[in-house]
């Protein structure tokens, strides 16, 4: 059944039959409500009159409550009492399921014949039976109404159209019964067919003017909603399309053109089409008006009639006609009246939008009141009054549009003044960062690049598609500190500006010094460390052979400075680093050539260069460091022995202990290298430890197997600094049950040095507890005669250095007897080390040499070769002879 918006309309002015009914009069008031926004129109023309055509016929009026009666029962002259005239123009009979008959009669007086065309210009009809009777017989019989397939109306048109053709002087009585579900009026106007298919022609004209307008702004829309992507344009344009839908169902148009053989679809398009339109106007109302953005207080009301407009079009496909319409009707009456409302007092508050909003609103409202008093018969129809509502629409939607344009160019102009803004503050964000990374990159006291910089810099020329070979400089003032201690810390920062502008402005005279930072301004070649630190870089491929420029820079710098009417004097180191041999980045380089000023300052020199053989940073250094202690606690360290040969004797009196580690990874590792890393790293004392418990255990061992031997064990410096060092020989020695006079402790003369009177304190009570010393490596230190005379010493080992060659240089020959000769007058016993061949054993024989050691008797040995090697020299008690072809030279530590 084809639904009827304006059924309830017409049932306000009209009383259905069985008398008044408050529930239909309500219904009628709320569709009076939803004409203020649901345009539609009635098409009626507006010319009548009495025998002239086109006119409104006087019609007769039969109730059928029955619905049985047919054109046989109304031909019957018993019924013809029951017909009433009818004295509206246009029969208007509201919501009712009873079925009326109409009666009208047409006469042709002219002496020609008429092609005439009965309009029932109301397309919502269910049932239309049309009768043309002559006499007493009906000659033809149409039956139309939209519940059939267009193509059953006898002419293709939204209005029920009935051709018929009066001959001269002929009656024709036309009898009609309608029957629908909505409001039943039927405006009925009798045409000649030409000035009907003029007329027609103009009022098609008007509504294609009028769809054409509103397809155009929908369209429009759309577009401008692809551009931008801003949702405003895609519900102006959806609500545009809801309101020409309600427009197209109401005259029957889309009936008709889209799908005039679905009567059903055009029932659920009318349905879908108020809470469509509903929808999207509020979404668009709210969203034109920016009430989220201003916080109005409408923007929950409207969120409310959303989601009613939701609910409403899921009830159309759920609910029956009767309640889908009903809940249609009440969804739109208080969302029509908040969007009728909001406009006025937002534009009250200020908002600029809602005066095109409102005067929209206004005329389309206006439109609507004026359509739904024309249809209650409280206007006359005329131009004004049938198209109020498409011309309230039209200029709804053309100022709404006029509207969207004009907040497009203001949209465009507040986003050029926003993009001129940000372009702005991008320019002043850009300063200021650039302020922020100039002070980043630049050393507060000189004003110089800084380390941050030049390690930028570097990077920068190591990654060059062809990079240049270079040379990273580092200059330290090492007596800086001193200087700072006497001027103060403020002092202190101008005179280290005023060297960072000297060594800038004389590095700026060697071409081969790069610069880096090029300003207009500025251009700095030197950039600042701490700790009175500069650093350069050279370019190696330009610099000359003759480089006299290089050489007057490194000389100027190292004149005194004039500071506050002193004068000082500065010893600058230099360290360098090459790229790429030393390094192929920043960070490897500015290590290194810190390690070179390292080695530089150390050795007192004024330049040094890197080499990896003077880095003790270096990644081997840092994995022994790991796994040194792990090698402790594993057990993997092992101990060999070195016999001591008796000369006077020609027998072996003692063994010394030296530690070995190998290495899974880098074999064999020297001694002095990870007893470096033990002793910076605190492992010396539990390492030495180690030595002595398993070097105790050996002699335990040897003693055993009948070699009552002593053993000579290398301490470190920082084992004399522990303050229980002395008690833990003791423990170990009542533990292994060793004589004292049985271990001897061997320390270098220059580790003594380091803190003297902590060394004497613990050399005192080890020799309180009987336990010997030997002073090692003797002749490479710096001590002096008179602090050796103080040591608590028993024993004095020369070093091999003097030794190797003893036979071939005679100035080693007078340094060791003469060495000799002195220790014997201190009370000290003598021990060479190095011996290597048979002349040198024999030479320190005659010299009165305690004891030896070294290769020409035997390579260090572990425990169990030492004793089968003793056995043999016990068996035979004979010096070994040394070959030179054979033999190598010694070049283990004593460790």
Known sequence: ????????????????????????????????????????????????????????????????????????????????????????????????HDAYWFRFTLKNFQTREQR?????????????????????????????????????RPIDHPHFLIPEVLDPQENLTVMLRVRTSGTLQVPIKVWQEDRFYQANNSVEQIHALYYGTMI????????????????????????????????????????????????????????????????????????????KQTQSVFYPLTSIVIALSLFGLIGTLLLPYQYSIQLSVFIAIPGCFILL?????????????????????????????????????????????????QIGSALEAILLSMALAERIYREREQKLRAQADTIREHRERRNAEMSLIHKALTHSVTGLPNSAHFQMFINNLATN?????????????????????????SESENLLAQLGRKINSQAALVPEIAKLEDRPDFQPRVCTFENATFGMVVNLQEIPKDNRATQDFIQYISTPVEFRGMLLDFRPHIGTAGFPKDGNDADTLIRHGFVALEYAYQYDDQLAHYTANKDPYNTKRLTLIAE?????????????????????????????????????????????????????????????????????????????????????????????RE?????????????????????????????MMHDPVKALNALEKLHQIGVRVSIDDFGTGY???????????????????????????????????????????????????????????????????????????????????????????????????????????STDSDH
Not at 247 to 266: I, N
Request: aromatic share 10%.
């Open 783 to 889: 001590s002096s005669l008179s602090y050796i005379k103080r040591v608590p010493a028993q024993e004095i080992k020369i070093d091999k250095s003097l030794i190797l060659d003893l036979d071939r240089i005679s100035d080693d020959e007078v340094i060791v007897r003469t060495t000799v000769n002195m220790c014997h007058s201190l009370g000290f016993s003598v021990v060479a080390e190095g011996v290597e061949c048979l002349a040198v054993e024999a030479t320190l024989k005659q010299m009165g040499c305690d004891q030896v050691q070294g290769f020409h008797f035997t390579q260090p040995l572990p425990l169990e070769a030492l004793i089968q090697w003793l056995e043999n020299y016990s068996a035979t008690q004979h010096s070994f002879v040394f070959d030179s072809t054979t033999q190598q030279p």
């Open 1 to 96: 059944m084809i639904p009827r918006v304006f059924s309830l309309l017409s049932g306000w002015f009209h009383r259905p039959s069985g008398g008044t009914d408050l529930r239909w009069r309500l219904r009628g008031l709320q569709l009076i409500l939803l004409c203020l926004v649901l345009p539609g129109t009635l098409t009626a023309n507006t010319i009548s009159g009495e025998g002239e055509l086109p006119f409104r016929p006087q019609l007769d009026v039969l109730v059928d409550s029955s619905n049985q009666l047919d054109i046989k029962n109304l031909l019957d002259e018993t019924i013809q009492q029951n017909w009433q005239f009818s004295g509206n123009s246009i029969p208007n009979f509201g919501y009712t």
């Open 723 to 751: 303050s229980d060092f002395t008690e833990e020989i003791y423990k170990t020695l009542e533990r292994t049950n060793t004589p004292p006079e049985k271990v001897t402790l061997e320390l270098t003369e220059t580790s």
């Open 465 to 489: 598609e062809s990079p240049t070979s270079f040379a990273v400089v580092l200059i330290q003032f090492v007596n800086f500190h001193e200087i700072i201690k006497t001027l103060g810390h």
């Open 341 to 389: 409302i909001v406009g006025p007092i937002q534009w009250f508050k200020g908002n600029k939008a809602a005066r095109f909003y409102s005067m929209a609103w206004a005329l389309l409202s206006l439109g609507g009141v004026i359509t739904a008093m024309n249809k209650a018969g409280l206007l006359n129809t005329n131009l004004i009054t049938e198209y109020s509502l």
């Open 628 to 720: 040194l202690s792990r090698a402790l606690q594993d057990n993997l360290l092992t101990l060999v022995f070195h016999p001591k040969i008796d000369l006077k004797q020609g027998r072996v009196t003692g063994v010394e202990a030296l530690l070995r580690w190998h290495h899974p990874r880098f074999g064999q590792v020297p001694p002095d290298e990870f007893i470096a890393v033990a002793e910076q790293t605190g492992i010396i004392k539990p390492l030495t430890q180690w030595v002595l418990n398993r070097s105790l255990e050996a002699r335990h061992h040897l003693a055993t197997r009948g070699f009552d031997l002593s053993v000579s064990i290398n301490i470190s410096t920082n084992n004399l």
């Open 216 to 291: 155009v702004i929908i369209i429009f829309n759309i577009f401008v909603f692809l551009a931008l992507k801003e949702a405003t344009y895609i519900y102006y344009a959806l609500s545009t399309l809801g309101y020409l839908a309600i427009l197209g169902s109401l005259r029957g148009k889309m009936y008709q053109v889209l799908w005039p053989e679905s009567p059903l679809l055009h029932e659920y398009i009318m349905l879908l089409s108020v809470p469509f339109t509903m929808l999207f106007s509020t979404l668009f109302a709210r969203a034109f008006l920016s009430l």
């Open 116 to 152: 005439l065309i009965i309009e029932i210009a109301y397309p919502l009809l269910d049932e239309i039976d049309v009768f043309l009777i002559s006499g007493e017989n009906a000659i033809q019989h149409y039956q139309t109404g939209d519940t059939r397939p267009f193509e059953q």
